[in-house]
């Protein structure tokens, strides 16, 4: 399970997350807050992209200062911007470039590969340099070049932001789908029903921790109430 313990960072002395300790054992987990609330900073804690100031987060025996590679073997990370995982000439070698440093030999590799292209509908794309698939394709691959090493947690910041309508319903049917433990950054407030627990941060601070049915009006009303208070000052 992943924990955060008095987690605190800051950049140029400004804090981003203030006291955050947080035990993160249901299977699917949404983050909601602001544009610069920290749900990025803190989704990047989770695998060890960033690691904090103060506090530590740590998965079962390992946290992320001292076992960093251990951790990020077993949390995977897809960003909003899937382009910025696509680096390898062709569809296949994106997906098989993050494998290489589990050294399963070729046959595993080859036929983990094939399962994951096939489970994402992108067999008949394997040998197209992915930077030419769609914006929803894009999303997938990046999906699948993580979900080919198996993580145990997938951490997903803004996977839909992109995405048209239906391109997001079908990451969305994806990450359902998955066994996996997901923990979901989002302003996308429709993706989060049926979430086991969400989480609104607000400038560095967890504010509430519920269901969504609950934690998506709390937010809402917070947001109402800082654009009033903002409109009589
Ligand atoms: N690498 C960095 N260097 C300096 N400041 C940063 C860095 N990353 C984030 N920040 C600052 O930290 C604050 C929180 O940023 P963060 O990206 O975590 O917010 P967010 O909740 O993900 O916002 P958004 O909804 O817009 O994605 C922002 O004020 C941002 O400018
Ligand atoms: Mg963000």
């Known amino acids: 399970m992943l924990r955060l313990e008095g987690v605190s960072h800051s ?19 949404g983050v909601i ?23 530590t987060v740590s998965l ?9 590679r251990r951790v990020r073997r077993r949390v995977g990370f897809v960003f909003s911007d ?12 994106d997906v098989e470039i993050g494998l290489r440093s589990l050294r399963l030999g070729a046959e595993e590799t080859a036929r983990r590969v094939d399962r994951i292209l096939e489970r994402f509908g992108l067999d008949s794309h394997r040998d197209h340099p992915g930077h030419l698939l769609s914006g929803g394709q894009k999303q997938l691959l990046a999906l699948a070049s993580v979900l080919v090493t198996e993580p145990e947690v997938l951490v997903c910041d803004e996977p839909t932001t992109l995405l048209d309508l239906r391109n997001t319903r079908m990451v ?7 066994d996996q433990q997901v923990v979901l950054f989002t302003h996308d407030l429709d993706l989060l029903t049926g979430f086991d627990r969400v989480l609104v941060i607000d400038d560095g601070r967890v504010v509430f921790d519920g269901a969504p049915g609950e934690a998506v009006p709390f937010y809402v ?10 409109a009589d000052r």
């Open 11 to 29: 950049y140029d002395g400004r804090a981003v997350l203030r006291d955050v300790t947080l035990d993160l054992a249901e299977h699917r987990i």
């Open 33 to 55: 807050g602001a544009n610069g609330s920290g749900k990025s900073t803190l989704a990047r804690t989770l695998n060890g992209l960033v690691v904090p100031d103060v506090g």
């Open 60 to 68: 079962g025996e390992w946290n992320t200062r001292r076992h960093a």
């Open 82 to 93: 899937a382009s910025h995982q696509i680096i390898m000439p062709t569809v296949a070698e």
């Open 172 to 178: 969305h049917r994806t990450l359902e789908r998955l």
């Open 221 to 230: 009303d917070r947001m109402e109430r800082a654009d009033r208070e903002e």
